[in-house]
């Protein structure tokens, strides 16, 4: 250190002062080789090792080892606060669920959610239970469609707007009990809820059993015969006549108004005619003593209703229906048979080409094609 601070004071650098002072306390020793270590070695694998993917693999979680006493009793919320709703609400209403047949084991094992499924995996789940909010557990019933009506309900229960629940630092003006459709025969009934004191009285376990009733009751139904729940088979015209069952998230173009008014103008046209309701997109219109369907109706389609006329080969000119609807189609590829695809956009739709008329005109030729037929049988 010395020898350095000379030749840098010779070559004009500054001194190492620091390692002047040093230089004979480092020379003093003691001297001692130091091992080297080996960075190589310990990368090599050994026997004992584990792998980091391996550590704690068979630890349960605590949800996972005791699942009931977890969303009961210790009740974490989501960002590691303990919840400060009543444990007695969870426990209680499971309980009253595992005394009923029908279902399947209570699932406690996930983290933030408990639920109640059906016996069978086709009926799905029935009861959830979201644990993970810290002032209010959010209880979930889903049951088959018009088991409850949203006003009555929430009478029936009574739970007051959180901003009268003094206790609880959330706020809301709107109510703790929701009634939504679900997609398909599915009603879901939602709940928040506090205090065990405001499900404890008569009213919620009456609706409680409604709402197990509601459930096994679509399980019944669709062990004899699954098609007999789905909404179309259940509302029949009701179900044509909603904006339900369009593609998701997307709205039709034409107003509601249009297919009732159509409707009526067949059911004038063909007074004995017979609807037929209960299929998903379309609806046939019967006329006596035919087989296939003199008029059908498609409800479904986001761009129009689309009317689809049956009759005699070669009885209507492209020319007499030009004008009808906002668009029309005639297919005369049929050997006995003639198509026309008349698509109505809005009301005044109905008005083009003296619709009342055509059909009018329609119906008799194809009265006329069974009588004739009948003749000669």
């Given at each position: 250190?010395?020898?350095?601070?000379?030749?840098?004071?010779?070559?004009?650098?500054?001194?190492?002062?620091?390692?002047?002072?040093?230089?004979?306390?480092?020379?003093?020793?003691?001297?001692?080789?130091?091992?080297?270590?080996?960075?190589?070695?310990?990368?090599?694998?050994?026997?004992?090792?584990?792998?980091?993917?391996?550590?704690?693999?068979?630890?349960?979680?605590?949800?996972?080892?005791?699942?009931?006493?977890?969303?009961?009793?210790?009740?974490?919320?989501?960002?590691?606060?303990?919840?400060?709703?009543?444990?007695?609400?969870?426990?209680?209403?499971?309980?009253?669920?595992?005394?009923?047949?029908?279902?399947?084991?209570?699932?406690?094992?996930?983290?933030?959610?408990?639920?109640?499924?059906?016996?069978?995996?086709?009926?799905?789940?029935?009861?959830?239970?979201?644990?993970?909010?810290?002032?209010?557990?959010?209880?979930?019933?889903?049951?088959?469609?018009?088991?409850?009506?949203?006003?009555?309900?929430?009478?029936?229960?009574?739970?007051?707007?959180?901003?009268?629940?003094?206790?609880?630092?959330?706020?809301?003006?709107?109510?703790?009990?929701?009634?939504?459709?679900?997609?398909?025969?599915?009603?879901?009934?939602?709940?928040?809820?506090?205090?065990?004191?405001?499900?404890?009285?008569?009213?919620?376990?009456?609706?409680?059993?409604?709402?197990?009733g509601g459930f096994l009751k679509f399980g019944e139904q669709a062990t004899k015969n699954p098609e007999d729940v789905m909404p179309w088979k259940v509302l029949g015209q009701k179900w044509?006549?909603?904006?339900?069952?369009?593609?998701?998230?997307?709205?039709?173009?034409?107003?509601?108004?249009?297919?009732?008014?159509?409707?009526?103008?067949?059911?004038?046209?063909?007074?004995?005619?017979?609807?037929?309701?209960?299929?998903?997109?379309?609806?046939?219109?019967?006329?006596?003593?035919?087989?296939?369907?003199?008029?059908?109706?498609?409800?479904?389609?986001?761009?129009?209703?689309?009317?689809?006329?049956?009759?005699?080969?070669?009885?209507?000119?492209?020319?007499?229906?030009?004008?009808?609807?906002?668009?029309?189609?005639?297919?005369?590829?049929?050997?006995?048979?003639?198509?026309?695809?008349?698509?109505?956009?809005?009301?005044?739709?109905?008005?083009?080409?003296?619709?009342?008329?055509?059909?009018?005109?329609?119906?008799?030729?194809?009265?006329?094609?069974?009588?004739?037929?009948?003749?000669?049988?």
């Amino acid at each position: 250190a010395e020898h350095a601070g000379q030749v840098a004071e010779s070559h004009g650098r500054l001194r190492s002062y620091t390692g002047e002072v040093l230089a004979p306390v480092l020379a003093a020793g003691p001297h001692v080789v130091r091992p080297i270590h080996n960075f190589e070695e310990e990368l090599e694998k050994r026997e004992e090792d584990l792998d980091i993917t391996d550590v704690g693999r068979d630890t349960k979680m605590p949800w996972e080892a005791d699942g009931r006493r977890w969303h009961t009793q210790d009740r974490v919320g989501r960002k590691g606060e303990p919840c400060r709703w009543d444990g007695e609400i969870l426990e209680s209403i499971v309980s009253k669920i595992e005394q009923h047949e029908g279902f399947s084991p209570t699932d406690w094992s996930q983290r933030n959610v408990v639920e109640i499924s059906g016996e069978k995996k086709s009926d799905g789940w029935f009861f959830h239970a979201l644990t993970g909010d810290e002032w209010l557990v959010k209880l979930k019933f889903r049951v088959t469609k018009r088991t409850f009506e949203r006003k009555s309900l929430t009478d029936r229960i009574g739970m007051t707007p959180l901003n009268d629940l003094h206790e609880v630092p959330v706020y809301g003006t709107g109510p703790r009990v929701k009634v939504k459709s679900l997609r398909g025969p599915w009603q879901e009934v939602e709940l928040k809820v506090h205090s065990f004191a405001e499900i404890n009285h008569e009213e919620f376990w009456q609706f409680l059993e409604q709402a197990v009733g509601g459930f096994l009751k679509f399980g019944e139904q669709a062990t004899k015969n699954p098609e007999d729940v789905m909404p179309w088979k259940v509302l029949g015209q009701k179900w044509h006549f909603t904006r339900k069952g369009f593609p998701p998230g997307k709205q039709p173009k034409w107003e509601p108004e249009l297919l009732e008014e159509l409707t009526h103008l067949l059911e004038g046209t063909a007074e004995e005619g017979q609807f037929l309701w209960n299929n998903q997109q379309v609806v046939h219109l019967f006329v006596k003593q035919q087989r296939e369907p003199w008029a059908t109706i498609h409800t479904k389609r986001l761009a129009g209703v689309d009317l689809v006329m049956t009759g005699p080969k070669d009885m209507f000119a492209l020319g007499r229906v030009s004008d009808l609807g906002a668009t029309r189609e005639l297919n005369t590829s049929g050997d006995t048979r003639d198509t026309l695809t008349i698509r109505f956009q809005n009301r005044e739709d109905l008005d083009h080409g003296d619709l009342p008329a055509f059909l009018e005109e329609h119906l008799a030729a194809v009265q006329g094609l069974i009588q004739a037929r009948s003749a000669s049988e």
